[in-house]
C-alpha cells in the first residue's frame, strides 16, 4: 500500500512533464495549445452558469419555503405503506435536482434520527445509489449543445427509483 501512495505523489508531475515532453518533441506551441483551452473552458463556463444559477435557487427556494416538508408529509402517507419513510421522499426528490442540497437534507435526517437509526441508513444509501439526473443532464447536455436526449431521462429517472427502492430493501433486510 505504501508503494502505490508514494507512486501516486509523482503521476501528477510525471503526466505533465510527459504533456510537455511530448509537445516540444512534436514541435507543437504548448502554450498556445494550453490558452486555447482555457478559453474554450471559459467558454463553457459561461454557458453552465446561469443553468447552475437557476437550479440552485430552486432547490434553495423549495428548502426555504417548507414546501419540501409539506411535499414529504404529504407523500408520505402513500410512501410509508412501501416501506419508505417520509422523511426520505423530499431527499429523493431534491436529489434528482441537487446533490449539494440532498446533502444538506442527509445532514438534517442524521441530526433527527441518528446515522445508524433506519431512516439515517437508508438515507445514506439512497444519497449513494442514485444521481442528480436534471443537474447533469443540464450541465453535461447544455455545455455541448444537445437537444435531443431520447431515453436519457426515462432512463436515468428508472435509475434513480431503483437506487431508491434497493435502499429501502437493502435497510429493511438488515433490521
Not at 443553468?51 to 426555504?64: E, I, P
Request: charged letters at 15%.
Amino acid at each position: 500500500m505504501k508503494f502505490l501512495s508514494y507512486i501516486s505523489q509523482f503521476m501528477i508531475p510525471f503526466l505533465l512533464l510527459y504533456v510537455i515532453g511530448y509537445g516540444i518533441l512534436v514541435k507543437r506551441d504548448i502554450y498556445s495549445d494550453f490558452l486555447e483551452g482555457a478559453k474554450e473552458g471559459l467558454k463553457t463556463v459561461r454557458g453552465l452558469v446561469p443553468v447552475l444559477v437557476g437550479l440552485m435557487t430552486a432547490v434553495g427556494v423549495l428548502r426555504a419555503s417548507g414546501f419540501l416538508d409539506f411535499l414529504g408529509k404529504l407523500l408520505g402517507k402513500i410512501t410509508t405503506a412501501a416501506g419508505i419513510p417520509p422523511q426520505i421522499v423530499p431527499l429523493g426528490l431534491v436529489r434528482l435536482f441537487s446533490s449539494s442540497a440532498a446533502t444538506g437534507l442527509l445532514l438534517d435526517i442524521f441530526k433527527e434520527s441518528g446515522a445508524d437509526s433506519p431512516v439515517g441508513l437508508m438515507a445514506g444509501i439512497m444519497l449513494s445509489a442514485t444521481e442528480s439526473v436534471f443537474y447533469c443532464m443540464s450541465v453535461y447536455f447544455g455545455s455541448v449543445g444537445i437537444q435531443k436526449t431520447r431515453y436519457t431521462l426515462a432512463g436515468a429517472l428508472l435509475a434513480s427509483t431503483a437506487g431508491v427502492i434497493a435502499s429501502v430493501w437493502i435497510v429493511t433486510c438488515l433490521m
